[in-house]
């Protein structure tokens, strides 16, 4: 086995998890504090317990993957289409490029006073932040996938009859397949983080708003099991969503070594 295999061995990269719930069950112990800063592992344990048992947590959960959801197949859905349209011109590249490049270095948070005074607090304006999010890093990515592929493959479809539709099919979708998928995995990632600052903001329901709620009430192990299952959501959405598709796409094409 090979150093990069064992970097990449599940049980070797739970070391640094399991060293630091080690170091949080030592601290209380050989540090004095107040515990309002940092609760012990076993009341944040029984708070997650707690949050389940009546059904708090549970609901907080479905409603940030519902807005993750709508905004995930908004800005995709409107990004993809017009990402491909803007490769395949280059005169509509070059008159735009400017624009989608001034607006994708606004952060995703900065679009949420605005979101609140369009859609007001609530639903709307976090999944307008996350769509905002999610097509700007789309839409970078499928723009870049198209652009990439060679002139020679275009005159080599074209100079074997291909036209229209089947060029489509048959070279720009699976040319820039392999970038697209990859902007979906970073657009996710970003309508996260961009998720959880709306909520924070402009929710009413959700992880970042459970976990701003407890701010005001110094609830420190509800801030920390709201980062704990934001964290443990992120992995098992990237685990059964992205990875196989790279498995299947990336790594077929030999774009990533082993």
């Known amino acids: 086995m090979t150093w990069r295999d064992r970097l990449a061995d599940p049980a070797l990269g739970s070391l640094p998890l399991l060293a630091g719930l080690a170091l949080w069950l030592i601290l209380p112990q050989a540090v004095e504090y107040p515990s309002y800063m940092l609760p012990p ?4 344990a029984a708070r997650i317990a707690e949050s389940v048992a009546d059904l708090s947590l549970p609901g907080h959960v479905l409603a940030s993957l519902e807005r993750l959801a709508f905004g995930f197949v908004i800005g995709n859905g409107l990004a993809i289409p017009l990402g491909i349209a803007i490769a395949l011109n280059r ?3 070059d008159l735009l490029r400017p624009l989608l490049t001034f607006l994708q270095s606004i952060a995703g948070i900065a679009w949420v006073p605005l979101a609140i005074i369009w859609f007001g607090i ?3 304006a976090v999944v307008f932040v996350i769509a905002n999010t999610i097509f700007f890093a789309s839409i970078y990515n499928t723009v870049a996938g198209v652009q990439a592929i060679p002139n020679s493959l275009h005159r080599a479809v074209r100079c074997h009859g291909g036209r229209g539709l089947q060029v489509f099919t048959e070279l720009i979708l699976p040319g820039a397949l ?5 902007g979906l995995r970073t ?12 909520e924070m903001i402009a929710g009413t329901s959700g992880l970042g ?13 509800t801030i920390i099991m709201g980062m704990i299952v934001i964290g443990c959501l992120w992995l098992m ?7 196989p598709l790279e498995r299947v796409t990336v790594r077929r094409w030999g774009l990533i070594q082993r």
């Open 91 to 93: 005169h509509a590249s």
């Open 41 to 44: 592992l076993g009341q944040v």
């Open 187 to 198: 657009s996710m990632a970003y309508g996260w983080r961009a998720l959880v600052a709306g």
């Open 209 to 221: 708003y459970m976990t701003i709620e407890a701010v005001q009430w110094y609830k420190t192990e």
């Open 122 to 124: 609530g639903k709307g």
């Open 178 to 182: 392999v970038q697209i998928i990859l």
């Open 237 to 243: 959405l990237d685990r059964i969503l992205f990875v």
